[in-house]
């Protein structure tokens, strides 16, 4: 579908003001932000300024506050709308459950209210999380589909991080996409779950598409590098910067699926103009995975600081998952889309920006 008329939630957060950028060249845009301080140290003064620059409205307001969300809809009346506004962070969100509830599940059924009043939009494209899967999809040793159980303080504590069955075998990771049941463990993943399900059965039958874009670790350069809950290649930028070491939690191999910024934005563009609504969610990352060890030390190499402390712990946090990497034939089948910008491209240009960001701020 062409849109004329965008709403963006969380419009002026790392993805969405880069989304909104690229919207508004062809289409009327508006975001709604509360531009947090945690996420926006300076207010928001630059990323406010890049989106006027860019023609973009904006409507200061939080989407906990119903209010401030019927404002913004019937100040856009849109046709499609891109709900990116959440709380993000495993470990936050067991320490603040409340907050994060409120904001992800009471402002998304705010969203769906509002969108049912205004009655002028067509679809509605949800960021989602692969937090969702939990543990994701796995297989026993004969290479049959199994299910992780959520691993167990108590293993974790004796330095037993593997995957295991419910009968205490070791299970191997494999490439997880919608086919695999959602299994969150923690509260962030719970609340962002609770997000499809209000969207969709919310919008049955109303003539409203409901797209839900399952993401990866999104990373890259405007990534916030203050906020101790941002994606932990930022924090790491933080931690060479500031000339400390960085402590890798577990044994080293937890592993991710790093998806540059600018791929994830053609991706929410992608399903925004794709004529017909994927019936499932779609994975978007890049499809393969890499510890946290190998990542750290590649942002070691890249500042040139390879002699900095870099240690195993053995910590782990509560409702962090073991592997996390997405199965992307789904976008490719129901979006064309691929990413292109690689792990070694898009860290060699954060570490740059990181560089140049920090000494300003020193």
């Given at each position: 579908?062409?849109?004329?008329?965008?709403?963006?939630?969380?419009?002026?957060g790392?993805?969405?003001?880069?989304?909104a950028?690229q919207?508004a060249?062809?289409a009327?845009?508006?975001?709604?932000?509360?531009?947090?301080?945690?996420?926006?140290a300076?207010?928001?003064?630059?990323?406010?300024?890049?989106?006027?620059?860019?023609?973009?409205?904006?409507?200061?307001?939080?989407?906990?506050?119903?209010?401030?969300?019927?404002?913004?809809?019937?100040?856009?009346?849109?046709?499609?709308?891109?709900?990116?506004?959440?709380?993000?962070?495993?470990?936050?969100?067991?320490?603040?459950?409340?907050?994060?509830v409120t904001?992800?599940?009471?402002?998304?059924?705010?969203?769906?209210?509002?969108?049912?009043?205004?009655?002028?939009?067509?679809?509605v494209?949800?960021?989602?999380?692969?937090?969702?899967?939990?543990?994701?999809?796995?297989?026993?040793?004969?290479g049959?589909?199994?299910?992780?159980?959520?691993?167990?303080?108590?293993?974790?504590?004796?330095?037993?991080f593997?995957?295991?069955?419910?009968?205490?075998?070791?299970?191997?990771?494999?490439?997880?996409?919608?086919?695999?049941?959602?299994?969150?463990?923690?509260?962030?993943?719970?609340?962002?779950?609770?997000?499809?399900?209000?969207?969709?059965?919310?919008?049955?039958?109303?003539?409203?598409?409901?797209?839900?874009?399952?993401?990866?670790?999104?990373?890259?350069?405007?990534?916030?590098?203050?906020?101790?809950?941002?994606?932990?290649?930022?924090?790491?930028?933080?931690?060479?910067?500031?000339?400390?070491?960085?402590?890798?939690y577990?044994?080293?191999?937890?592993?991710?699926?790093?998806?540059h910024v600018?791929?994830?934005?053609?991706?929410?563009?992608?399903?925004?103009?794709?004529?017909?609504?994927?019936?499932?969610?779609?994975?978007?990352?890049?499809?393969?995975?890499?510890?946290?060890?190998?990542?750290?030390?590649?942002?070691?190499?890249?500042?040139?600081?390879?002699?900095?402390?870099?240690?195993?712990?053995?910590?782990?946090?509560?409702g962090?998952?073991?592997?996390?990497?997405?199965?992307?034939?789904?976008?490719?089948?129901a979006?064309?889309?691929?990413?292109?910008?690689?792990?070694?491209?898009?860290?060699?240009?954060l570490?740059?920006?990181?560089?140049?960001?920090?000494?300003?701020?020193?």
């Amino acid at each position: 579908m062409q849109a004329t008329s965008i709403l963006i939630t969380g419009g002026a957060g790392f993805i969405g003001s880069r989304l909104a950028e690229q919207l508004a060249a062809d289409a009327c845009v508006t975001v709604l932000d509360n531009f947090l301080p945690q996420v926006h140290a300076d207010g928001g003064a630059l990323v406010r300024e890049r989106l006027m620059d860019a023609g973009v409205s904006i409507i200061e307001g939080d989407i906990a506050d119903p209010a401030a969300v019927s404002r913004a809809m019937q100040v856009s009346s849109p046709d499609l709308v891109y709900h990116l506004a959440a709380e993000t962070g495993t470990g936050q969100s067991h320490d603040e459950p409340t907050r994060y509830v409120t904001v992800n599940v009471t402002g998304t059924a705010h969203l769906l209210e509002a969108i049912r009043a205004e009655g002028s939009v067509a679809r509605v494209v949800l960021a989602g999380t692969r937090a969702v899967y939990g543990e994701g999809a796995a297989c026993d040793s004969d290479g049959r589909p199994a299910i992780a159980e959520t691993r167990d303080p108590a293993r974790l504590a004796r330095g037993q991080f593997d995957l295991q069955d419910a009968a205490g075998r070791t299970l191997t990771p494999l490439a997880t996409d919608a086919a695999t049941a959602p299994r969150p463990t923690s509260i962030y993943a719970s609340s962002k779950l609770m997000q499809e399900y209000l969207l969709r059965q919310g919008l049955w039958g109303s003539g409203t598409d409901v797209s839900v874009l399952r993401l990866q670790n999104v990373y890259g350069a405007g990534q916030s590098l203050h906020n101790p809950y941002t994606g932990v290649l930022s924090i790491f930028c933080r931690l060479i910067c500031d000339g400390q070491g960085i402590e890798i939690y577990e044994d080293g191999t937890i592993t991710r699926d790093f998806v540059h910024v600018d791929d994830v934005v053609q991706a929410f563009i992608a399903a925004g103009r794709a004529e017909t609504v994927p019936e499932r969610p779609v994975d978007i990352g890049s499809g393969e995975g890499t510890t946290i060890l190998d990542a750290a030390r590649s942002l070691l190499g890249l500042w040139e600081a390879e002699g900095r402390p870099l240690w195993i712990s053995g910590a782990y946090r509560p409702g962090d998952v073991r592997h996390a990497v997405a199965d992307i034939s789904a976008a490719q089948a129901a979006l064309g889309w691929t990413p292109q910008v690689t792990l070694d491209e898009g860290l060699a240009e954060l570490v740059d920006w990181s560089r140049i960001t920090l000494a300003e701020v020193a």
